[in-house]
Antibody, heavy 121, light 109 residues
């Protein structure tokens, strides 16, 4: 089955860190760009960032709101995507989705079910 | 940064046609993608590149894009179409290159 499954969410204090994972299956993970998109409770979708594939040197891009605090990485041998979140703020509270992107493109054709991150003291 | 504007809500009776707009400056020059999100679920791509449908999406879903407005059209609306719909574009000049609209809640009366 073609799917993405996120894990690693939870409650963390402001200033803390958390690492999210996304396990891919059913497709050739290494061919695709992979993105993280988040959704604050009751709000709309916000792009977090992306990692490109090996053919494009695994380059990354980030939204201005998370640049310098969040790091996206991937392990193609494990079909896995990661989001390292540092210096977390209350406004980072959201459901975090991993999403698949066709290489060289900018839309999301497969999404995971998401994992909730709550930043609160 | 680039802004996409959607109406917060649209209501339609079953069997009728729903039109959800997405406004942006010269959006007709960009490629617009649309997602459906039902409560508690992940978004699903329903239209990409203005008017293309992924496999498995009913032909009742169609899209258009011209000038300052892109439109998602759902024909013969069913109760199961009730959801939030988001438009999305790529804006190379923005520090947020992926831009989503604020979302439209489609209510089937």
């Amino acid at each position: 089955e073609v799917q993405l499954v996120e894990s690693g969410g939870g409650l963390v204090q402001p200033g803390g860190s958390l690492r999210l994972s996304c396990a891919a299956s059913g497709f050739t993970f290494s061919d695709h760009y992979m993105d993280w998109v988040r959704q604050a409770p009751g709000k709309g979708l916000e792009w977090v960032g992306r990692t490109r594939n090996k053919a494009n040197s695994y380059t990354t891009e980030y939204a201005a709101s998370v640049k310098g605090r969040f790091t996206i990485s991937r392990d193609d041998s494990k079909n896995s995507l990661y989001l390292q979140m540092n210096s977390l703020k209350t406004e980072d509270t959201a459901v975090y989705y991993c999403a698949r992107t066709p290489a060289l493109d900018w839309y999301f054709d497969l999404w995971g079910r998401g994992t909730l991150v709550t930043v609160s003291s | 940064s680039y802004v996409l504007t959607q109406p917060p809500s649209v209501s339609v009776a079953p069997g009728k046609t729903a039109r959800i707009t997405c406004g942006g400056n010269n959006i007709g020059s960009k490629s617009v993608h649309w997602y459906q999100q039902k409560p508690g679920q992940a978004p699903v791509l329903v239209i990409y590149y203005d008017s293309d449908r992924p496999s498995g999406i009913p032909e009742r879903f169609s899209g258009s894009n011209s000038g300052n407005t892109a439109t998602l059209t759902i024909s013969r609306v069913e109760a199961g179409d009730e959801a939030d719909y988001y438009c999305q574009v790529w804006d190379s000049s923005s520090d947020h290159p992926v831009v989503f609209g604020g979302g439209t809640k489609l209510t089937v009366l």
